[in-house]
């Protein structure tokens, strides 16, 4: 690897020492480092002379990012590492997250193994996993035509009343949803909030999306994987004429009278995955699979 971006919303005090590490590492390994602006200056106000100690390449978004990259670090938590989509579909580069968050599904390395997992990459002991993403198609301009999810799509009640969800798959009627909203989930979302509203664990190379509702109305109602080469219609009925849609950490107010329409997008990330990691090592160590008295 010769060029690396590392992209994260605020440094803490906490991680100074670490990146400093990671810094250091890329440094003797004469990779040239470009860096998200915002977090470098998260940085300089904790420690302005830190900063000066390397030579970084620095991006403030999308149209001046780079986009002969050979890896994306993101630092910080999951949300951090959903952002950083636009950057990795303009650049093709893979993605490792560095999880300085809580549960941290997508960034999964922890603050401990950074030098560790840096001189694996460094190393090339590493696999490369392609991840589907979902996209959005509306008549109006949504979210500024930048439509991509990699976890969910969600439409959701703008207030307290519950809304009318009504579903169609390939164009054959599915069912209205009377319920607070629904999540289309992608297999690497299944273990987001899709997980959390009752939805299944779907192994990441698995072929389909998931539907779960939200607080349904009716209780025969439930969660329903279907392959990923549905096209998935939505029209939604609500009492003040308006919803919430929600792709990833995006969220928009609309209108009713909008239908949306979901799909397999035609392009996928990369997940860069280290030898010493698995899906299933990650489901044990972070939803405490296995911690149990009597496997002890």
């Not at 390397?54 to 993101?74: G, Q, R």
């Not at 054959?172 to 009752?198: F, H, N, Q, R, V």
């Amino acid at each position: 690897m010769k060029k690396i971006a590392l992209y994260g919303r605020k440094c803490n005090e906490q991680f100074l020492n670490y990146i400093q590490d990671i810094f250091n590492i890329l440094t003797k390994n004469k990779i040239e480092i470009f860096a998200y602006k915002n977090y470098i200056d998260s940085i300089k106000l904790l420690n302005n002379k830190f900063v000066e100690k390397y030579e970084l390449k620095i991006f403030k978004d999308i149209n001046d990012f780079c986009c002969d990259i050979d890896l994306l670090i993101s630092i910080g938590g999951d949300g951090t590492f959903l952002e950083t989509l636009p950057y990795l579909i303009k650049s093709n580069a893979p993605v490792i997250g560095i999880n300085t968050g809580r549960l941290g599904f997508l960034a999964n390395i922890s603050k401990e193994n950074i030098i560790k997992a840096l001189i694996d990459i460094l190393e090339n002991k590493y696999n490369i996993e392609f991840r589907t993403l979902l996209e959005l198609k509306s008549p109006k301009n949504i979210f500024n035509d930048y439509c991509f999810a990699l976890n969910d799509i969600t439409i959701q009640k703008y207030d307290l009343s519950m809304i009318s969800i009504e579903v169609f798959l390939n164009d054959e009627y599915l069912t209205p949803y009377w319920t607070d909203g629904l999540i289309i989930s992608t297999p690497t979302g299944s273990t987001a909030y899709a997980l959390s509203a009752g939805g299944p664990i779907v192994y990441p190379d698995a072929s389909n999306f998931v539907l779960v509702p939200i607080a349904s109305h009716n209780l025969t109602v439930r969660p329903l994987v279907i392959p990923d080469n549905f096209n998935i219609k939505i029209k939604v009925t609500s009492r003040n004429n308006k919803f919430l849609l929600t792709a990833d950490h995006k969220a928009q107010c609309i209108e009713n009278n909008i239908i949306i329409e979901i799909k397999k997008a035609d392009v996928k990330i990369k997940m860069l995955q280290l030898y010493n990691q698995s899906f299933f090592k990650t489901l044990r160590e972070k939803l405490m699979w296995g911690i149990d008295q009597r496997n002890l």
